[in-house]
């Protein structure tokens, strides 16, 4: 009997402690109070992409980021900021547990002190240190901090894929919607190889959930663009900067024509830092983000760090929003209204390596139709010319002279055996 009451004492501590870690569990669960998203009096509703922050380099570079953050918000007052994957360098982690909260919790910071909500997705390298996708989701969702992430279906791959629905100014039906879509780690459609992507069971789910709700203006968020980023460059109509190939992933899993047929009429992507175009292919507005965060390589020298900007209106279709780049010394890049920077992008366009490993990899992919005819025609010049003429005639000659001694070998022939 002596030797059973210790035991019982034990259980009885136990209990208490888990009561008390319930408790504080208790601490991070999500207020009950619901942020409605919704247009203004004036019928417009403000989102400011937060692209690559990259935190977890070093202190330096993260309080820029933070002070970056701050400044273009406090500039633009959004009424939604939306973090479009790779917050935090995870590939730069220490070893030590607890590392990727930390980050994330000093990035979340400016933004709760704006009072600004925000929705995210994750991008290639978040997952990279001391928490799965799963975990990072969960950690946000229970941060209290105006987060709007949800952790999505298991339908769908990724974790981060869900949607927002933003009201008309007097509240009640949607008047807009928002889908937040998970591009994953690396390798896409079982190719083991490049940047992830959208994933076909991602895109069934969203099509899916798409046909039972009320149709609404929507727009797309995107870690990793899709290959026809490369396509809506290639055509010459896109407005804004490519400094690096599209890292797109090395399979189309047709989230672009998904959209398209849904009636989304814009996809907003971030993963390439020194890219910042947008421009409208088959009436959907392909638009990168620009480079917020310190950590990392990127923007390219000059650039200065900063944000994009999409300012929708009750009524109108999502392509249509008015975008533009906030910098964080507060001037606006306005890139629709600036013909000279235009001008000089485009010989920056031939000076850039055009694609990159996808359409290397699949020359006659659709999408890769401009890019393989530009590649073939930059190739044709007066002296390639002449030396396939040249060619020919050499071929030519060859021939007759064959056909010569063909027939003068059957000759000889005819003559021995006469
Ligand atoms: C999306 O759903 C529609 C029917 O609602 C269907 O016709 C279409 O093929 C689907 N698209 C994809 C990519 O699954």
């Given at each position: 009997?002596?030797?059973?009451?210790?035991?019982?004492?034990?259980?009885?501590?136990?209990?208490?402690?888990?009561?008390?870690?319930?408790?504080?569990?208790?601490?991070y669960?999500?207020?009950?109070?619901?942020?409605?998203?919704?247009?203004?009096?004036?019928?417009?509703f403000?989102i400011?992409?937060?692209?690559?922050?990259?935190?977890?380099?070093?202190?330096?570079?993260d309080?820029?980021?933070?002070?970056?953050?701050?400044?273009?918000l406090?500039y633009?007052?959004?009424?939604?900021?939306?973090l479009?994957?790779?917050m935090?360098s995870?590939?730069?982690?220490?070893?030590?547990?607890?590392?990727?909260?930390?980050?994330?919790?000093?990035l979340?910071k400016?933004?709760?002190?704006?009072?600004?909500?925000?929705?995210?997705?994750?991008?290639?390298?978040d997952?990279?240190a001391d928490?799965?996708?799963e975990?990072?989701v969960?950690?946000?969702?229970?941060?209290?901090?105006?987060?709007?992430?949800?952790l999505?279906p298991?339908?769908a791959?990724?974790?981060?894929?869900?949607?927002l629905?933003?009201a008309?100014?007097?509240?009640g039906?949607?008047?807009?919607?928002?889908?937040?879509?998970?591009?994953g780690?690396?390798?896409?459609?079982?190719?083991y190889?490049?940047?992830g992507?959208?994933?076909?069971?991602?895109?069934w789910?969203?099509?899916?959930?798409?046909?039972?709700?009320?149709?609404v203006p929507?727009?797309?968020?995107v870690?990793?663009?899709?290959?026809?980023?490369?396509e809506?460059?290639?055509?010459?109509?896109?407005r804004?900067?490519?400094?690096?190939?599209?890292n797109c992933p090395?399979?189309?899993?047709?989230?672009?024509d998904?959209?398209?047929?849904a009636?989304?009429?814009?996809?907003?992507?971030g993963?390439?830092?020194?890219n910042?175009?947008?421009g409208?292919?088959?009436?959907?507005?392909?638009?990168y983000?620009?480079?917020?965060?310190?950590?990392?390589?990127?923007p390219?020298?000059?650039w200065?760090?900063?944000?994009?900007?999409?300012?929708l209106?009750?009524?109108?279709?999502?392509?249509?929003?008015?975008?533009?780049?906030?910098?964080?010394n507060?001037?606006?890049?306005?890139?629709?209204?600036?013909?000279k920077?235009?001008?000089?992008?485009?010989?920056?366009?031939?000076?850039?390596r055009?694609?990159?490993g996808?359409?290397?990899?699949?020359?006659?992919?659709p999408?890769?139709r401009?890019?393989?005819?530009?590649r073939?025609?930059s190739?044709i010049?007066?002296a390639?010319?002449?030396?396939f003429v040249?060619?020919?005639?050499?071929?030519?000659?060859?021939a007759?002279?064959?056909?010569?001694?063909?027939?003068r070998?059957?000759?000889?022939?005819?003559?021995?055996?006469?």
């Open positions: 009997m002596a030797r059973r009451f210790p035991l019982l004492q034990v259980a009885f501590l136990g209990l208490i402690l888990s009561l008390i870690s319930l408790c504080s569990a208790t601490k669960t999500r207020s009950t109070k619901k942020i409605q998203l919704k247009f203004d009096q004036d019928g417009y403000k400011v992409q937060l692209a690559d922050l990259h935190y977890g380099h070093f202190p330096e570079t309080e820029h980021t933070d002070k970056v953050i701050a400044n273009i406090s633009e007052q959004p009424d939604l900021a939306v479009s994957g790779d935090v995870g590939f730069a982690w220490d070893g030590t547990v607890g590392w990727f909260e930390k980050r994330f919790r000093q979340v400016p933004i709760a002190a704006a009072g600004v909500p925000y929705a995210l997705i994750l991008g290639n390298h997952d990279e928490l799965s996708r975990q990072i969960l950690l946000d969702t229970r941060l209290q901090q105006g987060s709007l992430t949800q999505g298991r339908e791959i990724g974790l981060s894929n869900y949607y629905d933003i008309a100014s007097k509240g039906a949607p008047a807009a919607r928002l889908w937040m879509l998970d591009s780690g690396r390798g896409c459609d079982w190719m190889g490049g940047s992507c959208v994933e076909r069971p991602t895109i789910w969203m099509n899916r959930t798409l046909s039972g709700l009320p149709k929507s727009l797309a968020f870690h990793v663009p899709v290959p026809e980023f490369m809506v460059w290639n055509r010459g109509s896109a804004g900067s490519k400094h690096e190939p599209v090395m399979s189309d899993t047709g989230l672009f998904a959209l398209k047929d009636g989304v009429t814009a996809l907003h992507s993963h390439d830092h020194d910042n175009y947008e409208l292919l088959h009436g959907v507005r392909l638009a983000g620009h480079k917020t965060g310190y950590g990392s390589y990127g390219p020298p000059g200065g760090h900063g944000a994009r900007v999409i300012l209106k009750a009524g109108q279709e999502a392509h249509e929003a008015e975008t533009w780049i906030r910098l964080e507060g001037a606006r890049v306005d890139q629709s209204k600036n013909p920077f235009a001008k000089a992008l485009q010989t920056k366009k031939m000076a850039t055009l694609g990159d996808y359409c290397e990899e699949f020359p006659f992919a999408t890769c401009a890019e393989l005819r530009y073939l025609l190739r010049s007066l390639n010319f002449l030396y040249g060619f020919l005639i050499l071929l030519g000659a060859a007759m002279y064959w056909q010569r001694l063909l027939k070998k059957a000759k000889q022939q005819e003559h021995s055996s006469l």
